[in-house]
């Protein structure tokens, strides 16, 4: 069993519409995270969830919306998709926020914008 | 903020050769982390350093942290092709204010020839 899986893998959509990754972590995890990767393979922290509570919200634009049902999946969704939203989106779960957490990665999500 | 630079940016190492990639802090470190990520898949927990001086090993891979906690190298011994991908080193962040948030250095990209 894959232990945080996201879908879809890759994703190729039209500028201007709105889309969804799906997260989900079969770990027990308390924290999920969204990271992007741009083209450099710069790897940026979006987002963190820790039992459903926001707690990291980086300066990321107010169309990018995570969504937390349960401790065990952190969606991402955007809306109106821009040029240079293109890049590669990682989710990754971890036990706890105390800082001594090791951070478990899905696979990515490479979404291209047309 | 956290500057973190890694040296060099890419490497190509003939196979069964060593090779050294390293992590300056612009600060003192609370620890240090360092991850592997294979082409087209998530990162991978490496492992995690926190005393000056500190050395682990994992396999043919060998990190250490110096004595100020400011630099970091990450030493491979006789190359294989799995060895290949992007490493990344990362900050521990300082607890649960933080939300433990793990942002990365630019990454080394590694190749290995055959």
């Known amino acids: 069993d894959t232990a945080v899986s996201q879908t879809p893998k890759y994703l190729v959509t039209q500028m201007g519409n709105d889309k969804s990754i799906k997260c989900e972590q079969n770990?027990?995890?308390?924290?999920m995270y969204w990271y992007k990767q741009d083209s450099k393979k710069f790897l940026k922290i979006m987002f963190s969830?820790?039992?459903?509570?926001?707690?990291i919200n980086e300066t990321v634009p107010n169309r990018f919306s995570p969504k937390s049902p349960d401790k065990a999946h952190l969606n991402l969704h955007i809306n109106s998709l821009e040029l240079g939203d293109s890049a590669v989106y990682f989710c990754?779960?971890?036990?706890?926020?105390?800082?001594?957490?090791?951070?478990?990665f899905g696979s990515g999500t490479q979404l291209s914008v047309l | 903020s956290q500057e973190l630079e890694q040296s060099p940016q890419s490497l190509i190492v003939q196979e069964g050769k060593n090779l050294t990639i390293n992590c300056t802090s612009s600060k003192t470190l609370y620890g240090l982390y360092w991850y592997k990520q294979k082409y087209g898949e998530g990162l991978i927990f490496l492992m995690m350093l926190q005393k000056g001086g500190e050395e682990k090993s994992h396999e043919k891979i060998t990190a250490k942290l110096d004595e100020k906690k400011q630099q970091s190298s990450l030493h491979i011994t006789a190359s294989q092709p799995s060895h290949a991908g992007i490493y990344l080193c990362g900050p521990r962040p300082r607890g649960r204010e933080y939300g433990n948030k793990l942002v990365f250095g630019a990454g080394t990209i590694l190749r290995v020839k055959s």
């Open positions: 990754a779960s971890s036990l706890g926020i105390g800082g001594n957490e090791k951070l478990f």
């Open positions: 770990l027990g995890h308390d924290t």
């Open positions: 969830y820790n039992n459903k509570e926001l707690i």
